[in-house]
């Protein structure tokens, strides 16, 4: 007789994959064909479900961090786009108000009414010099356009200056408010003849030798006498603003503001004789 094995042999995987395959098998149709594992399974089910949900915690809540970095990325990206966005509209609405101004400007140039015997150039004003007792500018028309030496430049509201050096293709104008510059004038309230002259500032003009008892008023307009040859009368210069008594001599100071906006824009008008026609 042999002897028996000393250890009982284990079961072999093959078998013990088919054991509880059908096991499962027959728990599956004993659950759908009775009720026998529905209290086992509610059972289950109230153990398992708290500890799923305890568990499942962590990846919501990683989730929901993952979604708040996202989402703020996204509104980071977006603001940052809008305030592109707005800068570039800014820029576009300030350039916009400036070709506006600019074209109410010309228009009030094209309609302006001019003294006779005078034809009107328009020049854009391409430089303007530093110095702020030197008041002088460059525009772009010269000796071809039938500029010359001389020649009173206006705005829309009245005079500018004086051309005093030409260039084929430019020209330099010494503005009214330069220090040295000085035009003869007429009040258009009495018809007193006076000289206003520069002080260097774009602000302010003034009366240098008027008698004490002169009739000038603050208030009072001036405009172009018309005598010298070189400005033509009735252009509008200055307004009075006050007048100063000077000490230990025998003549008063009128301050004044020019009429024209000086220094305000880009665009002038030379006023050329009119017999004379462009080059």
């Known amino acids: 007789m042999a002897n028996a094995p000393m250890f009982a042999r284990a079961m072999g995987l093959p078998a013990r994959l088919a054991l509880y395959t059908l096991l499962c098998l027959g728990l599956m149709v004993v659950g759908s064909q009775f009720d026998a594992m529905k209290s086992f399974r509610s059972l289950a089910a109230g153990v398992i479900n708290p500890i799923q949900a305890v568990l499942a915690k962590p990846f919501i809540y990683l989730g929901d961090m993952a979604e708040f970095f996202t989402v703020h990325g996204e509104l980071v990206r977006e603001n940052r786009e809008l305030s592109n966005e707005q800068q570039r509209l800014a820029i576009q609405l300030q350039n916009y108000r400036l070709l506006q101004a600019e074209n109410t400007q010309l228009r009030k140039l094209l309609h302006l009414p001019l003294p006779a015997g005078t034809r009107p150039l328009a020049a854009e004003i391409t430089h303007i010099r530093p110095d702020p007792f030197d008041r002088r500018l460059t525009i772009d028309k010269g000796a071809l356009e039938g500029v010359v030496a001389g020649r009173p430049v206006i705005d829309a509201s009245g005079l500018v200056g004086q051309v005093t050096l030409v260039s084929p293709t430019s020209s330099e104008v010494s503005l009214l408010t330069s220090s040295e510059q000085a035009a003869p004038a007429m009040d258009q309230r009495n018809g007193l003849r006076l000289i206003v002259s520069g002080t260097g500032s774009d602000d302010?003009?003034?009366?240098?030798?008027?008698?004490?008892?002169?009739?000038?008023?603050?208030?009072?307009?001036?405009?172009?006498?018309?005598i010298d040859g070189v400005y033509p009368a009735g252009i509008p210069v200055a307004r009075v603003l006050r007048v100063e008594p000077q000490r230990q001599t025998p003549f008063a100071r009128a301050v004044c503001e020019p009429i024209g906006e000086i220094g305000r824009h880009r665009h002038v008008l030379v006023l050329l004789e009119h017999h004379k026609a462009a080059k």
């Open 204 to 226: 302010l003009l003034e009366i240098r030798y008027l008698g004490q008892h002169a009739d000038v008023r603050a208030g009072d307009v001036l405009v172009t006498s018309g």
